[in-house]
Protein backbone atom coordinates (compact mmCIF):
# COMPACT_ATOMS: atom_id res chain seq x y z
CA UNK A 1 0.00 0.00 0.00
CA UNK A 2 1.45 3.80 -0.82
CA UNK A 3 1.97 5.69 2.65
CA UNK A 4 3.75 8.86 2.82
CA UNK A 5 7.28 6.63 3.41
CA UNK A 6 7.09 4.07 0.56
CA UNK A 7 6.20 6.80 -2.10
CA UNK A 8 9.76 8.70 -1.27
CA UNK A 9 10.87 6.62 -5.14
CA UNK A 10 8.32 9.39 -6.52
CA UNK A 11 10.87 12.06 -5.86
CA UNK A 12 13.33 10.13 -7.53
CA UNK A 13 11.19 9.60 -10.70
CA UNK A 14 10.89 13.66 -10.86
CA UNK A 15 14.49 14.04 -10.54
CA UNK A 16 15.02 11.47 -13.22
CA UNK A 17 12.69 13.06 -16.12
CA UNK A 18 13.00 15.94 -18.21
CA UNK A 19 10.78 17.68 -20.75
CA UNK A 20 12.10 14.55 -23.08
CA UNK A 21 11.24 11.65 -20.81
CA UNK A 22 12.58 9.58 -18.03
CA UNK A 23 16.85 9.24 -18.38
CA UNK A 24 17.84 5.35 -18.47
CA UNK A 25 20.68 5.15 -15.98
CA UNK A 26 21.85 6.40 -12.80
CA UNK A 27 25.29 7.50 -11.83
CA UNK A 28 24.65 6.41 -8.16
CA UNK A 29 22.18 8.68 -7.27
CA UNK A 30 22.30 11.13 -9.95
CA UNK A 31 20.99 10.59 -13.74
CA UNK A 32 23.45 10.02 -16.14
CA UNK A 33 22.99 12.24 -19.02
CA UNK A 34 25.62 10.13 -20.78
CA UNK A 35 23.72 6.81 -21.41
CA UNK A 36 20.36 9.29 -22.84
CA UNK A 37 16.66 7.47 -22.67
CA UNK A 38 15.14 4.20 -23.56
CA UNK A 39 11.81 4.01 -25.31
CA UNK A 40 11.57 0.42 -22.93
CA UNK A 41 11.68 2.74 -19.72
CA UNK A 42 9.28 5.21 -20.83
CA UNK A 43 6.78 2.60 -21.52
CA UNK A 44 7.23 1.24 -18.16
CA UNK A 45 7.00 4.77 -16.38
CA UNK A 46 3.96 5.85 -18.72
CA UNK A 47 2.25 2.66 -16.65
CA UNK A 48 3.71 3.74 -13.02
CA UNK A 49 2.90 7.67 -13.83
CA UNK A 50 -0.72 6.54 -14.67
CA UNK A 51 -1.15 4.33 -11.65
CA UNK A 52 0.06 7.39 -9.68
CA UNK A 53 -2.86 9.15 -11.28
CA UNK A 54 -5.43 7.41 -10.43
CA UNK A 55 -4.62 6.99 -7.09
CA UNK A 56 -3.59 11.01 -6.37
CA UNK A 57 -5.38 12.61 -9.40
CA UNK A 58 -2.40 15.54 -9.11
CA UNK A 59 -1.34 17.61 -12.02
CA UNK A 60 1.73 16.55 -11.57
CA UNK A 61 1.52 12.90 -12.65
CA UNK A 62 -0.78 13.61 -15.57
CA UNK A 63 2.19 16.12 -16.80
CA UNK A 64 4.19 12.61 -16.91
CA UNK A 65 1.81 10.74 -18.23
CA UNK A 66 2.06 13.51 -21.22
CA UNK A 67 6.05 13.27 -21.18
CA UNK A 68 6.19 9.27 -21.24
CA UNK A 69 3.41 9.07 -23.73
CA UNK A 70 4.97 11.93 -25.59
CA UNK A 71 8.14 9.79 -25.84
CA UNK A 72 6.12 6.01 -27.31
CA UNK A 73 5.19 8.95 -30.26
CA UNK A 74 8.06 9.77 -31.18
CA UNK A 75 9.33 6.35 -30.68
CA UNK A 76 6.55 4.95 -33.41
CA UNK A 77 7.99 4.00 -36.90
CA UNK A 78 5.74 4.19 -39.74
CA UNK A 79 5.81 0.51 -40.12
CA UNK A 80 4.13 0.28 -36.61
CA UNK A 81 7.19 -0.76 -34.57
CA UNK A 82 9.34 1.29 -31.74
CA UNK A 83 12.55 2.85 -31.99
CA UNK A 84 14.20 1.90 -28.17
CA UNK A 85 17.19 3.96 -27.52
CA UNK A 86 17.88 7.85 -27.45
CA UNK A 87 21.11 10.03 -26.98
CA UNK A 88 20.83 12.97 -24.79
CA UNK A 89 20.47 14.87 -28.34
CA UNK A 90 17.25 13.59 -28.75
CA UNK A 91 18.11 11.50 -31.70
CA UNK A 92 17.72 7.43 -31.44
CA UNK A 93 20.28 5.63 -31.54
CA UNK A 94 18.69 2.81 -34.06
CA UNK A 95 15.95 2.49 -36.89
CA UNK A 96 14.43 0.05 -34.83
CA UNK A 97 14.13 -1.69 -31.20
CA UNK A 98 13.51 -5.25 -30.53
CA UNK A 99 10.41 -6.60 -30.38
CA UNK A 100 10.10 -6.72 -26.23
CA UNK A 101 10.31 -3.10 -26.61
CA UNK A 102 7.29 -3.22 -28.82
CA UNK A 103 5.69 -5.88 -26.46
CA UNK A 104 6.10 -3.23 -24.06
CA UNK A 105 4.32 -0.35 -25.77
CA UNK A 106 1.43 -2.32 -26.02
CA UNK A 107 1.30 -2.98 -22.47
CA UNK A 108 1.71 0.63 -21.59
CA UNK A 109 -0.55 2.00 -24.44
CA UNK A 110 -3.48 -0.57 -23.18
CA UNK A 111 -2.69 0.17 -19.60
CA UNK A 112 -3.28 3.95 -20.10
CA UNK A 113 -6.00 3.66 -22.82
CA UNK A 114 -8.17 1.31 -20.38
CA UNK A 115 -7.22 3.98 -17.50
CA UNK A 116 -10.75 5.67 -15.99
CA UNK A 117 -8.88 8.20 -14.94
CA UNK A 118 -6.73 9.51 -18.16
CA UNK A 119 -8.35 12.12 -19.95
CA UNK A 120 -9.89 11.50 -23.24
CA UNK A 121 -7.39 13.44 -25.24
CA UNK A 122 -4.71 11.31 -24.20
CA UNK A 123 -6.86 8.12 -24.56
CA UNK A 124 -7.29 9.34 -28.30
CA UNK A 125 -3.21 9.13 -28.89
CA UNK A 126 -3.03 5.93 -27.50
CA UNK A 127 -5.43 4.65 -29.70
CA UNK A 128 -3.87 6.40 -32.99
CA UNK A 129 -0.59 4.48 -31.69
CA UNK A 130 -1.64 0.93 -31.45
CA UNK A 131 -4.20 1.45 -34.63
CA UNK A 132 -0.91 1.48 -36.32
CA UNK A 133 1.35 -0.54 -33.66
CA UNK A 134 -1.13 -3.99 -33.69
CA UNK A 135 -0.19 -4.29 -37.48
CA UNK A 136 2.49 -6.01 -36.16
CA UNK A 137 1.13 -7.87 -33.01
CA UNK A 138 0.32 -11.25 -34.98
CA UNK A 139 4.25 -10.99 -36.89
CA UNK A 140 6.08 -11.81 -33.13
CA UNK A 141 8.86 -14.40 -32.33
CA UNK A 142 9.57 -13.54 -29.28
CA UNK A 143 7.53 -15.42 -26.26
CA UNK A 144 8.07 -12.41 -23.68
CA UNK A 145 6.78 -10.03 -26.40
CA UNK A 146 3.83 -11.68 -26.94
CA UNK A 147 3.44 -11.77 -23.28
CA UNK A 148 3.35 -7.93 -22.89
CA UNK A 149 0.80 -7.81 -25.55
CA UNK A 150 -1.51 -10.69 -24.38
CA UNK A 151 -1.67 -8.59 -20.58
CA UNK A 152 -1.72 -4.97 -22.62
CA UNK A 153 -4.63 -6.54 -24.79
CA UNK A 154 -6.68 -7.85 -21.62
CA UNK A 155 -7.11 -4.37 -20.33
CA UNK A 156 -9.48 -3.35 -23.36
CA UNK A 157 -12.71 -4.31 -24.00
CA UNK A 158 -13.48 -7.40 -25.99
CA UNK A 159 -14.08 -6.99 -30.00
CA UNK A 160 -13.41 -9.22 -32.62
CA UNK A 161 -10.37 -8.07 -33.76
CA UNK A 162 -8.89 -8.25 -30.05
CA UNK A 163 -9.79 -11.63 -29.61
CA UNK A 164 -8.54 -13.25 -32.58
CA UNK A 165 -5.26 -11.16 -31.80
CA UNK A 166 -5.44 -12.51 -28.24
CA UNK A 167 -6.04 -16.09 -29.50
CA UNK A 168 -3.19 -16.00 -31.68
CA UNK A 169 -0.75 -15.04 -29.61
CA UNK A 170 -1.47 -17.24 -26.67
CA UNK A 171 -1.86 -20.19 -28.51
CA UNK A 172 1.59 -20.08 -29.78
CA UNK A 173 2.69 -19.65 -26.36
CA UNK A 174 0.83 -22.78 -25.55
CA UNK A 175 2.61 -24.43 -28.32
CA UNK A 176 6.10 -23.19 -27.18
CA UNK A 177 5.13 -24.54 -24.23
CA UNK A 178 4.21 -27.59 -25.20
CA UNK A 179 7.41 -28.50 -27.43
CA UNK A 180 9.77 -27.73 -24.72
CA UNK A 181 8.14 -29.23 -21.50
CA UNK A 182 8.97 -32.30 -20.01
CA UNK A 183 8.62 -34.42 -16.70
CA UNK A 184 10.86 -32.49 -15.08
CA UNK A 185 10.90 -28.96 -17.05
CA UNK A 186 7.65 -27.07 -17.08
CA UNK A 187 8.54 -24.30 -19.29
CA UNK A 188 8.52 -22.83 -22.53
CA UNK A 189 12.45 -22.48 -23.33
CA UNK A 190 15.34 -24.57 -22.60
CA UNK A 191 16.57 -21.81 -20.28
CA UNK A 192 14.75 -19.67 -17.64
CA UNK A 193 16.12 -15.89 -18.20
CA UNK A 194 14.53 -12.27 -17.95
CA UNK A 195 10.95 -11.42 -17.63
CA UNK A 196 9.60 -15.30 -16.60
CA UNK A 197 6.66 -14.46 -14.54
CA UNK A 198 5.53 -12.47 -17.26
CA UNK A 199 4.97 -15.87 -19.50
CA UNK A 200 3.02 -17.86 -17.29
CA UNK A 201 0.88 -14.19 -15.77
CA UNK A 202 -0.09 -13.52 -19.85
CA UNK A 203 -1.56 -17.30 -20.35
CA UNK A 204 -3.44 -16.06 -16.81
CA UNK A 205 -4.96 -13.20 -18.66
CA UNK A 206 -5.77 -14.57 -21.89
CA UNK A 207 -7.86 -17.50 -19.91
CA UNK A 208 -9.44 -14.36 -18.42
CA UNK A 209 -10.28 -12.60 -21.80
CA UNK A 210 -11.63 -15.91 -23.72
CA UNK A 211 -12.28 -18.39 -20.85
CA UNK A 212 -9.75 -21.35 -22.92
CA UNK A 213 -9.13 -24.47 -20.54
CA UNK A 214 -5.87 -24.95 -22.01
CA UNK A 215 -4.48 -21.07 -20.90
CA UNK A 216 -5.51 -21.92 -17.34
CA UNK A 217 -3.82 -25.05 -16.89
CA UNK A 218 -0.01 -24.41 -19.13
CA UNK A 219 -0.42 -20.89 -16.77
CA UNK A 220 -0.95 -22.37 -13.53
CA UNK A 221 1.38 -25.23 -14.24
CA UNK A 222 4.48 -23.40 -15.80
CA UNK A 223 3.57 -21.07 -12.47
CA UNK A 224 4.14 -23.51 -10.14
CA UNK A 225 6.96 -24.17 -11.66
CA UNK A 226 8.89 -21.09 -11.52
CA UNK A 227 7.57 -20.51 -8.05
CA UNK A 228 9.74 -23.38 -7.06
CA UNK A 229 12.99 -22.03 -8.36
CA UNK A 230 12.90 -18.68 -7.23
CA UNK A 231 11.03 -18.53 -3.79
CA UNK A 232 12.37 -20.28 -0.51
CA UNK A 233 10.85 -20.78 2.94
CA UNK A 234 12.26 -16.82 3.80
CA UNK A 235 13.03 -14.91 0.32
CA UNK A 236 12.44 -14.26 -2.93
CA UNK A 237 15.81 -14.88 -4.68
CA UNK A 238 15.04 -14.38 -8.63
CA UNK A 239 17.60 -15.98 -11.27
CA UNK A 240 20.79 -14.15 -11.58
CA UNK A 241 21.11 -12.34 -15.03
CA UNK A 242 24.67 -13.55 -15.23
CA UNK A 243 24.11 -16.90 -16.52
CA UNK A 244 20.86 -17.31 -15.91
CA UNK A 245 19.25 -20.91 -15.43
CA UNK A 246 19.65 -23.08 -18.42
CA UNK A 247 18.16 -26.88 -18.35
CA UNK A 248 20.62 -29.16 -17.10
CA UNK A 249 22.65 -26.35 -15.62
CA UNK A 250 22.78 -25.00 -11.82
CA UNK A 251 21.17 -21.65 -11.19
CA UNK A 252 23.15 -18.38 -11.55
CA UNK A 253 22.80 -16.50 -8.49
CA UNK A 254 24.24 -13.17 -9.16
CA UNK A 255 23.18 -10.64 -10.71
CA UNK A 256 19.72 -10.24 -9.05
CA UNK A 257 17.55 -7.62 -10.95
CA UNK A 258 15.03 -5.79 -9.12
CA UNK A 259 12.50 -5.95 -12.48
CA UNK A 260 12.00 -9.23 -11.42
CA UNK A 261 10.72 -8.74 -7.99
CA UNK A 262 8.28 -6.55 -9.26
CA UNK A 263 7.08 -8.55 -12.20
CA UNK A 264 6.28 -11.57 -10.14
CA UNK A 265 4.55 -9.40 -7.47
CA UNK A 266 2.00 -8.32 -10.34
CA UNK A 267 2.06 -12.14 -11.50
CA UNK A 268 1.30 -13.32 -7.83
CA UNK A 269 -1.46 -10.91 -7.76
CA UNK A 270 -3.14 -12.00 -11.27
CA UNK A 271 -3.16 -15.42 -9.79
CA UNK A 272 -4.48 -14.17 -6.76
CA UNK A 273 -7.58 -12.74 -8.89
CA UNK A 274 -7.58 -15.79 -11.04
CA UNK A 275 -7.82 -18.59 -7.89
CA UNK A 276 -8.35 -16.80 -4.68
CA UNK A 277 -5.42 -18.54 -3.51
CA UNK A 278 -4.02 -16.54 -0.58
CA UNK A 279 -0.68 -18.42 -1.29
CA UNK A 280 -0.50 -15.97 -3.99
CA UNK A 281 -0.70 -13.03 -1.50
CA UNK A 282 2.27 -14.32 0.31
CA UNK A 283 4.64 -14.86 -2.31
CA UNK A 284 3.68 -11.28 -3.97
CA UNK A 285 4.45 -10.29 -0.16
CA UNK A 286 8.00 -11.42 -0.64
CA UNK A 287 8.43 -9.82 -3.41
CA UNK A 288 7.69 -6.76 -2.07
CA UNK A 289 9.73 -7.47 0.58
CA UNK A 290 12.77 -8.56 -1.37
CA UNK A 291 13.30 -4.49 -1.70
CA UNK A 292 12.94 -4.04 1.94
CA UNK A 293 15.95 -6.23 2.91
CA UNK A 294 14.02 -9.71 3.09
CA UNK A 295 16.80 -10.72 0.48
CA UNK A 296 19.78 -13.07 0.10
CA UNK A 297 21.88 -10.00 1.56
CA UNK A 298 19.30 -9.18 4.30
CA UNK A 299 19.81 -5.69 2.93
CA UNK A 300 17.31 -2.83 1.86
CA UNK A 301 17.50 -2.14 -1.71
CA UNK A 302 16.25 1.33 -1.25
CA UNK A 303 18.52 4.55 -1.18
CA UNK A 304 17.19 6.60 1.82
CA UNK A 305 18.56 9.98 0.32
CA UNK A 306 17.18 9.50 -2.89
CA UNK A 307 14.15 7.01 -2.62
CA UNK A 308 15.95 5.72 -5.29
CA UNK A 309 16.14 1.52 -5.90
CA UNK A 310 19.55 0.25 -6.20
CA UNK A 311 20.42 -1.64 -9.57
CA UNK A 312 20.83 -4.87 -8.18
CA UNK A 313 22.39 -7.41 -6.16
CA UNK A 314 25.71 -8.73 -7.13
CA UNK A 315 28.08 -11.39 -5.96
CA UNK A 316 30.11 -7.99 -4.32
CA UNK A 317 26.79 -6.80 -2.65
CA UNK A 318 24.61 -4.31 -4.16
CA UNK A 319 24.90 -2.61 -7.42
CA UNK A 320 24.83 1.32 -5.95
CA UNK A 321 23.54 2.90 -9.06
CA UNK A 322 20.33 3.81 -9.57
CA UNK A 323 18.42 3.34 -13.20
CA UNK A 324 15.21 4.21 -14.23
CA UNK A 325 14.29 0.55 -14.60
CA UNK A 326 14.89 -0.52 -11.15
CA UNK A 327 13.50 2.21 -9.75
CA UNK A 328 10.06 1.88 -12.13
CA UNK A 329 10.23 -1.52 -10.86
CA UNK A 330 10.18 -0.71 -6.92
CA UNK A 331 7.15 2.27 -7.95
CA UNK A 332 5.06 -0.20 -9.64
CA UNK A 333 5.58 -3.14 -6.92
CA UNK A 334 4.67 -0.44 -3.92
CA UNK A 335 1.74 1.07 -5.91
CA UNK A 336 0.69 -2.38 -6.98
CA UNK A 337 0.77 -4.18 -3.44
CA UNK A 338 -2.28 -4.33 -1.24
CA UNK A 339 -2.18 -4.47 2.44
CA UNK A 340 -0.84 -7.57 2.48
CA UNK A 341 -1.31 -8.16 6.23
CA UNK A 342 -4.99 -7.44 6.51
CA UNK A 343 -5.54 -9.47 3.20
CA UNK A 344 -3.62 -13.15 4.45
CA UNK A 345 -4.70 -12.80 7.88
CA UNK A 346 -8.11 -12.50 7.25
Known sequence: MVNKKSNH???????????????????YGVPDRNHGYATDDNARALILAVQLYEVYAKKKYLKLINIYLSFLNHALNDNGMFKNFMGYQRLFL?????????????????????????????????TCLLKEALKNVTHLSSPRAKAYAIVGISYLEKTEDLNSYMGQLSDSLVVQYQEYRDDS????????SYG???L??????????????????????????????????????PIGCNGWLI?????????EQPIEACEMLMACLEFYKMTSDIGYLAKAKKCRDWYLGKNSICKSMIDDETGACYDGITEMGINLNQGAESSISYGLAIINAPDFEKKIHA
Not at 11 to 26: E, M, N, P, R, V
Request: net charge negative; aromatic share 18%; proline share 2%.
Open 9 to 27: FVDYLFTSTDDTGILQHGK
Open 94 to 126: ENQGSEDCYGRCLWALCRTLSSHAVPQNMKNTC
Open 185 to 192: WNWYENSL
Open 196 to 198: NAF
Open 200 to 237: PWALSCAHRFLQKKIYYDVAIESFMFLESIVFGEEYFK
Open 247 to 255: KGQKQALYD
